[in-house]
């Protein structure tokens, strides 16, 4: 593979292009503290995903009030490198817009892991799930239990059967207002905001 190419497509839910301005609006007042590490991870994060060094930390599975989201994979990210990762970044894992093409990786949501407005609200309500319940499309991915406790080789076998799947299932298609990372639809904030997807932002 070419040195200037990434593995994947990386697409941006509108939304979560709405979340990176935020945090980059929020590290430019506070570059040193927590806003502006957050926004550093949130970027090489980005990074590694779009390049492939990086394949989130666990699939996600139903749960009632936290929805359905069995075709999604979450990453963890912390807002204090002295402390538990207290935030998470959402995506779907994509088949290419056509043959031969990359695969595609949408980034749905990144907020905090808990409290109001947590990142399972945030990613069901822009999916347009409801918080309690199934989706039968996602039977394809089988049923995850939320309190299930692996080891990394585990989450990574998990990590890499769901990917298999998700780039089989002709179900699993960006929403209607992603785009992708290069596209200028989301504006000048949006491009400053976000890392070009073929740079390589590994720590």
Known sequence: MSGDLPLYEVVLGKEFAVDLMRLAAAAEKDPRGSAGYLHRQVLK??????????????ALG?????????????AYLQSDPQQKADYRLVFREMPPERPGGQPRRELLAVKPRQGSGNIYEHTCA????????????LNAFGD????????????????????AIAHAFAGQVP????RPLTSAHFGQHAAKAAPRPAQDLRR
């Open 45 to 58: 994060q980005i990074g590694a995903l779009a390049n492939g060094a990086a394949d989130g930390r666990h």
């Open 144 to 163: 995850r239990m939320p309190s299930l406790r692996q080891n990394q080789a585990q989450r990574q076998a998990e990590l890499d059967a769901n990917r």
């Open 126 to 137: 822009r999916l347009n799930r409801n918080l309690h319940d199934r989706q039968p499309g």
């Open 175 to 178: 929403l209607a207002t992603s």
């Open 62 to 74: 139903y749960e009632s009030g936290k929805g359905d989201l069995r075709d999604c994979v979450t």
